[in-house]
Protein backbone atom coordinates (compact mmCIF):
# COMPACT_ATOMS: atom_id res chain seq x y z
CA UNK A 1 0.00 0.00 0.00
CA UNK A 2 3.01 2.22 0.56
CA UNK A 3 4.20 1.73 -2.79
CA UNK A 4 0.88 2.21 -4.34
CA UNK A 5 0.91 5.69 -2.19
CA UNK A 6 4.23 6.76 -3.65
CA UNK A 7 3.44 5.49 -7.45
CA UNK A 8 0.24 7.35 -7.34
CA UNK A 9 2.13 10.45 -6.19
CA UNK A 10 4.54 10.18 -8.79
CA UNK A 11 2.35 9.72 -11.34
CA UNK A 12 -0.66 13.04 -10.28
CA UNK A 13 3.14 15.29 -10.15
CA UNK A 14 3.79 13.68 -13.61
CA UNK A 15 0.26 15.09 -14.23
CA UNK A 16 0.76 18.04 -12.93
CA UNK A 17 4.29 18.61 -14.64
CA UNK A 18 2.84 17.56 -18.12
CA UNK A 19 0.43 20.10 -17.88
CA UNK A 20 2.84 23.06 -16.84
CA UNK A 21 4.99 22.36 -19.24
CA UNK A 22 3.03 21.91 -22.04
CA UNK A 23 0.90 25.16 -21.26
CA UNK A 24 3.98 27.24 -21.02
CA UNK A 25 6.94 25.81 -23.04
CA UNK A 26 5.72 27.91 -26.17
CA UNK A 27 6.26 31.24 -23.90
CA UNK A 28 9.53 31.02 -24.28
CA UNK A 29 8.91 31.50 -27.83
CA UNK A 30 7.89 35.22 -29.43
CA UNK A 31 6.37 35.92 -32.73
CA UNK A 32 8.33 38.34 -34.75
CA UNK A 33 7.35 40.31 -37.65
CA UNK A 34 10.21 42.21 -40.46
CA UNK A 35 9.01 45.65 -41.06
CA UNK A 36 11.23 47.68 -43.59
CA UNK A 37 10.63 51.10 -42.02
CA UNK A 38 11.78 54.04 -43.94
CA UNK A 39 12.99 56.62 -41.38
CA UNK A 40 11.84 59.89 -43.18
CA UNK A 41 13.77 63.05 -42.49
CA UNK A 42 9.86 64.67 -42.74
CA UNK A 43 8.54 62.50 -39.41
CA UNK A 44 11.87 62.39 -37.70
CA UNK A 45 13.48 66.23 -36.76
CA UNK A 46 17.12 65.84 -35.39
CA UNK A 47 15.99 68.28 -32.68
CA UNK A 48 13.11 66.57 -31.21
CA UNK A 49 14.04 62.74 -31.71
CA UNK A 50 12.63 61.79 -28.43
CA UNK A 51 8.90 62.83 -29.10
CA UNK A 52 8.88 61.84 -32.56
CA UNK A 53 5.49 59.94 -33.88
CA UNK A 54 6.85 56.45 -34.23
CA UNK A 55 3.84 54.97 -33.92
CA UNK A 56 3.03 57.17 -37.25
CA UNK A 57 5.97 55.80 -38.33
CA UNK A 58 5.01 52.08 -37.88
CA UNK A 59 1.03 52.23 -39.60
CA UNK A 60 2.57 54.15 -42.65
CA UNK A 61 5.14 51.09 -43.32
CA UNK A 62 2.55 48.78 -42.97
CA UNK A 63 0.49 50.71 -45.32
CA UNK A 64 2.89 50.36 -47.84
CA UNK A 65 3.17 46.95 -47.46
CA UNK A 66 -0.84 46.51 -47.79
CA UNK A 67 -1.63 49.53 -50.50
CA UNK A 68 -4.65 47.49 -51.19
CA UNK A 69 -6.05 48.40 -47.34
CA UNK A 70 -8.38 51.70 -47.77
CA UNK A 71 -11.16 51.83 -44.76
CA UNK A 72 -10.26 53.19 -41.92
CA UNK A 73 -11.84 49.50 -40.51
CA UNK A 74 -9.07 47.65 -42.08
CA UNK A 75 -6.47 49.91 -41.57
CA UNK A 76 -7.12 49.32 -37.49
CA UNK A 77 -7.15 45.63 -37.99
CA UNK A 78 -3.66 46.06 -39.85
CA UNK A 79 -2.51 47.94 -37.41
CA UNK A 80 -3.38 45.38 -34.87
CA UNK A 81 -1.23 42.77 -36.32
CA UNK A 82 2.24 44.54 -34.43
CA UNK A 83 2.63 45.01 -30.96
CA UNK A 84 2.27 48.49 -29.68
CA UNK A 85 5.82 48.07 -28.57
CA UNK A 86 6.92 48.17 -32.36
CA UNK A 87 7.21 51.98 -31.80
CA UNK A 88 9.29 51.99 -28.66
CA UNK A 89 12.17 49.83 -30.56
CA UNK A 90 11.81 52.05 -33.43
CA UNK A 91 12.26 55.15 -30.80
CA UNK A 92 15.12 53.10 -29.06
CA UNK A 93 16.86 52.36 -31.88
CA UNK A 94 16.79 56.05 -33.76
CA UNK A 95 17.84 57.15 -30.10
CA UNK A 96 20.63 55.05 -29.98
CA UNK A 97 22.11 56.21 -34.03
CA UNK A 98 20.38 59.09 -35.09
CA UNK A 99 22.63 58.59 -38.01
CA UNK A 100 19.64 56.26 -39.37
CA UNK A 101 17.25 59.19 -40.30
CA UNK A 102 16.53 59.05 -43.75
CA UNK A 103 17.46 55.63 -44.18
CA UNK A 104 14.99 52.36 -44.67
CA UNK A 105 16.20 50.17 -41.95
CA UNK A 106 15.14 46.25 -41.55
CA UNK A 107 13.66 45.69 -38.24
CA UNK A 108 12.09 42.50 -36.39
CA UNK A 109 9.21 43.55 -33.91
CA UNK A 110 6.93 41.64 -31.89
CA UNK A 111 3.89 40.40 -33.28
CA UNK A 112 0.55 41.33 -31.35
CA UNK A 113 -0.56 38.56 -28.87
CA UNK A 114 -2.70 37.32 -30.84
CA UNK A 115 -1.14 36.80 -34.16
CA UNK A 116 1.73 35.06 -31.70
CA UNK A 117 -1.03 32.43 -30.70
CA UNK A 118 -1.97 31.70 -34.41
CA UNK A 119 1.59 30.98 -35.61
CA UNK A 120 2.22 28.52 -32.42
CA UNK A 121 -1.13 26.69 -33.14
CA UNK A 122 -3.02 28.04 -30.30
CA UNK A 123 -5.81 30.09 -32.86
CA UNK A 124 -7.85 27.29 -34.86
CA UNK A 125 -8.35 28.35 -38.36
CA UNK A 126 -11.05 26.60 -39.43
CA UNK A 127 -13.70 27.88 -36.76
CA UNK A 128 -16.12 30.43 -37.71
CA UNK A 129 -14.74 34.22 -38.25
CA UNK A 130 -16.90 35.37 -35.01
CA UNK A 131 -15.28 32.42 -32.92
CA UNK A 132 -11.92 33.70 -32.98
CA UNK A 133 -10.07 37.04 -32.27
CA UNK A 134 -8.89 37.31 -35.96
CA UNK A 135 -10.65 38.19 -38.67
CA UNK A 136 -10.38 36.28 -42.53
CA UNK A 137 -8.44 39.32 -43.14
CA UNK A 138 -6.18 39.67 -40.68
CA UNK A 139 -5.71 35.63 -41.51
CA UNK A 140 -4.98 36.35 -44.67
CA UNK A 141 -2.30 39.26 -44.18
CA UNK A 142 -0.12 36.82 -41.79
CA UNK A 143 -0.08 34.55 -44.50
CA UNK A 144 1.18 36.94 -46.47
CA UNK A 145 3.68 37.90 -44.56
CA UNK A 146 4.60 34.62 -43.89
CA UNK A 147 4.90 33.85 -47.39
CA UNK A 148 7.41 36.82 -48.06
CA UNK A 149 9.53 35.61 -44.80
CA UNK A 150 8.36 38.08 -42.68
CA UNK A 151 7.38 36.05 -39.58
CA UNK A 152 9.82 34.18 -37.42
CA UNK A 153 9.34 32.71 -33.95
CA UNK A 154 12.45 33.29 -32.11
CA UNK A 155 13.29 33.25 -28.57
CA UNK A 156 11.21 35.40 -26.06
CA UNK A 157 14.26 37.62 -24.36
CA UNK A 158 11.62 40.02 -23.36
CA UNK A 159 10.34 37.36 -21.02
CA UNK A 160 13.35 37.67 -18.90
CA UNK A 161 14.27 41.13 -18.96
CA UNK A 162 11.22 43.13 -18.98
CA UNK A 163 8.96 43.55 -16.41
CA UNK A 164 5.13 43.46 -16.61
CA UNK A 165 2.84 44.87 -19.20
CA UNK A 166 -1.08 45.02 -19.95
CA UNK A 167 0.39 43.56 -23.54
CA UNK A 168 0.71 39.99 -23.14
CA UNK A 169 3.68 39.74 -25.88
CA UNK A 170 5.48 42.83 -23.69
CA UNK A 171 5.10 41.32 -20.49
CA UNK A 172 7.80 39.43 -18.86
CA UNK A 173 9.08 38.39 -14.89
CA UNK A 174 12.88 40.32 -14.36
CA UNK A 175 10.33 42.80 -12.17
CA UNK A 176 9.14 40.12 -10.00
CA UNK A 177 11.96 37.98 -10.07
CA UNK A 178 13.78 40.99 -8.70
CA UNK A 179 11.25 41.69 -6.37
CA UNK A 180 11.48 38.58 -5.22
CA UNK A 181 14.68 38.20 -4.64
CA UNK A 182 14.95 41.88 -2.47
CA UNK A 183 12.20 40.46 -0.44
CA UNK A 184 13.92 37.08 0.35
CA UNK A 185 17.78 38.85 0.95
CA UNK A 186 15.80 41.04 4.15
CA UNK A 187 14.13 37.45 4.91
CA UNK A 188 17.31 36.20 5.48
CA UNK A 189 19.51 38.60 6.69
CA UNK A 190 16.83 38.72 9.26
CA UNK A 191 15.32 35.42 10.01
CA UNK A 192 18.27 33.24 10.14
CA UNK A 193 20.50 35.02 13.26
CA UNK A 194 17.49 35.64 15.10
CA UNK A 195 16.12 32.30 14.82
CA UNK A 196 19.47 30.56 14.97
CA UNK A 197 19.93 33.00 18.31
CA UNK A 198 16.54 31.82 19.66
CA UNK A 199 17.56 28.13 19.02
CA UNK A 200 20.64 28.28 20.85
CA UNK A 201 19.05 30.38 24.01
CA UNK A 202 15.96 27.49 24.01
CA UNK A 203 18.64 24.68 23.63
CA UNK A 204 21.68 25.56 25.27
CA UNK A 205 20.94 28.55 28.08
CA UNK A 206 16.91 28.72 28.92
CA UNK A 207 15.91 27.09 32.04
CA UNK A 208 13.55 24.49 31.92
CA UNK A 209 10.50 26.24 33.23
CA UNK A 210 6.65 26.64 32.15
CA UNK A 211 7.83 29.50 30.82
CA UNK A 212 9.91 28.35 28.06
CA UNK A 213 7.73 25.48 28.05
CA UNK A 214 5.18 28.03 26.84
CA UNK A 215 7.18 29.62 24.42
CA UNK A 216 8.27 25.99 22.89
CA UNK A 217 4.52 25.64 22.78
CA UNK A 218 3.53 29.01 20.69
CA UNK A 219 6.75 28.37 18.40
CA UNK A 220 5.22 25.27 17.37
CA UNK A 221 2.00 26.40 17.03
CA UNK A 222 2.88 29.38 15.17
CA UNK A 223 4.70 27.04 12.67
CA UNK A 224 1.23 25.50 11.74
CA UNK A 225 -0.51 29.32 11.66
CA UNK A 226 -2.01 29.80 7.77
CA UNK A 227 0.29 32.33 5.96
CA UNK A 228 -2.15 34.93 5.73
CA UNK A 229 -2.35 35.38 9.13
CA UNK A 230 1.05 36.68 9.25
CA UNK A 231 -0.12 38.73 6.15
CA UNK A 232 -2.82 40.29 8.09
CA UNK A 233 -0.17 41.25 10.99
CA UNK A 234 1.86 42.68 8.44
CA UNK A 235 -1.12 44.84 7.05
CA UNK A 236 -2.15 45.75 10.98
CA UNK A 237 1.27 46.40 12.52
CA UNK A 238 3.86 47.46 9.64
CA UNK A 239 1.31 49.15 7.25
CA UNK A 240 -1.38 50.48 9.06
CA UNK A 241 0.61 51.29 12.59
CA UNK A 242 4.39 52.32 11.71
CA UNK A 243 3.66 53.37 8.44
CA UNK A 244 5.93 51.51 6.09
CA UNK A 245 5.75 51.66 2.30
CA UNK A 246 2.81 49.60 0.61
CA UNK A 247 3.77 46.91 -1.90
CA UNK A 248 7.90 46.97 -0.93
CA UNK A 249 10.16 44.41 -0.40
CA UNK A 250 11.36 45.65 2.71
CA UNK A 251 7.74 44.88 3.93
CA UNK A 252 7.21 41.64 2.56
CA UNK A 253 10.51 40.90 3.98
CA UNK A 254 9.37 41.48 7.64
CA UNK A 255 5.88 39.29 7.03
CA UNK A 256 8.43 36.47 5.48
CA UNK A 257 10.43 36.65 8.55
CA UNK A 258 7.80 36.53 11.02
CA UNK A 259 6.71 33.58 8.80
CA UNK A 260 9.85 31.59 8.40
CA UNK A 261 11.19 32.50 11.46
CA UNK A 262 9.00 29.18 13.34
CA UNK A 263 10.81 26.80 11.13
CA UNK A 264 13.89 28.11 11.42
CA UNK A 265 13.96 27.35 15.47
CA UNK A 266 12.15 24.28 14.95
CA UNK A 267 14.94 22.82 12.06
CA UNK A 268 17.67 24.70 14.31
CA UNK A 269 17.22 23.06 17.26
CA UNK A 270 17.16 19.92 15.89
CA UNK A 271 20.47 20.33 14.60
CA UNK A 272 21.82 21.18 17.96
CA UNK A 273 19.92 18.27 19.66
CA UNK A 274 22.09 15.77 16.96
CA UNK A 275 25.27 17.14 18.50
CA UNK A 276 26.04 14.37 20.41
CA UNK A 277 26.14 15.10 24.61
CA UNK A 278 29.74 13.25 24.76
CA UNK A 279 30.75 16.93 22.56
CA UNK A 280 29.58 19.37 25.43
CA UNK A 281 31.33 16.74 27.71
CA UNK A 282 34.49 16.92 26.46
CA UNK A 283 34.59 20.76 26.29
CA UNK A 284 33.75 21.51 29.90
CA UNK A 285 36.64 18.57 30.55
CA UNK A 286 39.16 20.36 29.47
CA UNK A 287 38.27 23.74 30.94
CA UNK A 288 35.85 25.59 28.06
CA UNK A 289 33.19 27.54 29.25
CA UNK A 290 29.82 27.45 28.44
CA UNK A 291 29.43 29.81 26.26
CA UNK A 292 32.79 28.73 24.33
CA UNK A 293 31.73 25.08 24.57
CA UNK A 294 28.50 26.04 22.63
CA UNK A 295 29.97 28.55 20.05
CA UNK A 296 33.13 26.82 19.41
CA UNK A 297 32.17 23.29 19.02
CA UNK A 298 28.11 22.58 19.18
CA UNK A 299 27.32 25.70 16.94
CA UNK A 300 30.07 25.14 14.00
CA UNK A 301 28.98 21.16 14.30
CA UNK A 302 24.95 21.97 13.82
CA UNK A 303 25.41 24.43 11.55
CA UNK A 304 25.49 22.58 8.06
CA UNK A 305 21.85 21.62 10.11
CA UNK A 306 20.69 24.92 10.55
CA UNK A 307 21.64 25.95 6.66
CA UNK A 308 19.74 23.13 4.96
CA UNK A 309 16.12 24.37 7.95
CA UNK A 310 16.85 27.80 6.81
CA UNK A 311 17.00 26.57 3.18
CA UNK A 312 13.74 25.15 3.01
CA UNK A 313 12.58 28.03 5.05
CA UNK A 314 13.30 30.19 2.48
CA UNK A 315 12.05 28.22 -0.12
CA UNK A 316 8.80 28.26 1.38
CA UNK A 317 8.68 31.55 1.71
CA UNK A 318 9.29 31.83 -1.78
CA UNK A 319 6.56 30.20 -2.96
CA UNK A 320 4.17 32.08 -0.60
CA UNK A 321 1.79 34.59 -2.18
CA UNK A 322 -0.97 35.56 0.59
CA UNK A 323 0.65 37.26 2.90
CA UNK A 324 2.47 39.39 0.13
CA UNK A 325 -1.11 39.92 -1.33
CA UNK A 326 -2.29 41.55 2.14
CA UNK A 327 -0.18 43.88 2.28
CA UNK A 328 -0.85 45.29 -1.42
CA UNK A 329 2.32 43.62 -3.10
CA UNK A 330 -0.57 42.62 -5.98
CA UNK A 331 -0.06 45.88 -7.35
CA UNK A 332 0.71 46.45 -11.26
CA UNK A 333 3.98 46.91 -10.80
CA UNK A 334 5.65 47.73 -14.52
CA UNK A 335 9.29 49.30 -13.79
CA UNK A 336 12.00 47.08 -12.19
CA UNK A 337 12.36 47.63 -8.52
CA UNK A 338 15.90 49.63 -7.72
CA UNK A 339 15.65 49.19 -3.69
CA UNK A 340 13.86 47.61 -0.61
CA UNK A 341 11.65 50.63 -0.29
CA UNK A 342 10.42 50.63 -3.89
CA UNK A 343 7.14 49.74 -5.38
CA UNK A 344 7.72 45.73 -6.41
CA UNK A 345 5.95 42.38 -6.66
CA UNK A 346 6.82 38.97 -6.19
CA UNK A 347 6.94 36.06 -8.60
CA UNK A 348 3.99 33.74 -7.18
CA UNK A 349 2.18 36.96 -6.99
CA UNK A 350 3.03 37.53 -10.72
CA UNK A 351 1.90 34.32 -11.83
CA UNK A 352 -1.78 34.96 -9.71
CA UNK A 353 -2.07 38.17 -11.46
CA UNK A 354 -1.18 36.51 -15.23
CA UNK A 355 -4.24 33.86 -14.04
CA UNK A 356 -6.84 36.09 -13.98
CA UNK A 357 -5.86 37.91 -17.36
CA UNK A 358 -8.52 37.24 -19.76
CA UNK A 359 -6.14 37.24 -23.14
CA UNK A 360 -4.88 33.60 -23.66
CA UNK A 361 -0.94 34.92 -24.37
CA UNK A 362 -1.32 35.62 -20.08
CA UNK A 363 -1.88 31.35 -20.16
CA UNK A 364 0.99 30.68 -21.20
CA UNK A 365 3.15 33.04 -19.83
CA UNK A 366 1.27 31.77 -16.65
CA UNK A 367 2.67 28.09 -16.94
CA UNK A 368 6.11 29.98 -17.89
CA UNK A 369 6.38 31.84 -14.82
CA UNK A 370 5.18 28.67 -12.80
CA UNK A 371 8.58 26.64 -14.61
CA UNK A 372 10.90 29.33 -13.49
CA UNK A 373 9.50 29.43 -9.80
CA UNK A 374 9.41 25.51 -9.91
CA UNK A 375 13.01 25.85 -10.84
CA UNK A 376 13.92 28.05 -8.40
CA UNK A 377 12.61 25.88 -5.54
CA UNK A 378 14.39 22.97 -7.14
CA UNK A 379 17.46 24.24 -6.69
CA UNK A 380 16.63 25.90 -3.36
CA UNK A 381 15.68 22.24 -2.56
CA UNK A 382 18.94 20.64 -4.64
CA UNK A 383 21.27 22.90 -2.16
CA UNK A 384 19.90 21.77 0.91
CA UNK A 385 20.46 18.13 0.22
CA UNK A 386 23.56 18.60 -1.30
CA UNK A 387 24.62 20.84 1.71
CA UNK A 388 23.22 18.05 4.50
CA UNK A 389 25.00 15.31 2.56
CA UNK A 390 28.53 17.34 2.11
CA UNK A 391 28.59 19.10 5.96
CA UNK A 392 26.66 16.56 7.62
CA UNK A 393 28.09 14.34 10.34
CA UNK A 394 26.54 10.70 11.57
CA UNK A 395 27.59 10.24 15.24
Known amino acids: MGLAAILASLAFLSLLFISIIGKGYTAFWQTYVRLDVHLSADQLDRTELETADYPGI ?28 AAFQIREMVLEDPDLVGKTV ?10 DMLVKGHIERDVPEEARRLTD ?3 AWVDALTGEGRVE ?13 REPELAGIWGATVGSFLTLAITLLLSFPIGVASAVYLEEFAPKNRWTDLIEVNINNLAA ?31 LTLMTLPTIIIASRAALLAVPPSIREAALGVGASKMQTVFHHVLPLALPGMLTGTIIGMARALGE ?12 IVDIPGGFTDPSTALPVQIYLWADSPEKAFVERTSAATLVLLAFLIVMNALAVVLRRRFERRW
Open 153 to 165: KRFNRTLFTHGDS
Open 58 to 85: VKKTLRSMFPEVKSRGDKRKLYALISSG
Open 321 to 332: TAPLLMIGMVAF
Open 225 to 255: VPSIVFGLLGLAVFLNFFGLPRSAPVVGGLV
Open 106 to 115: SVWVPADDDV
Open 137 to 139: KQL
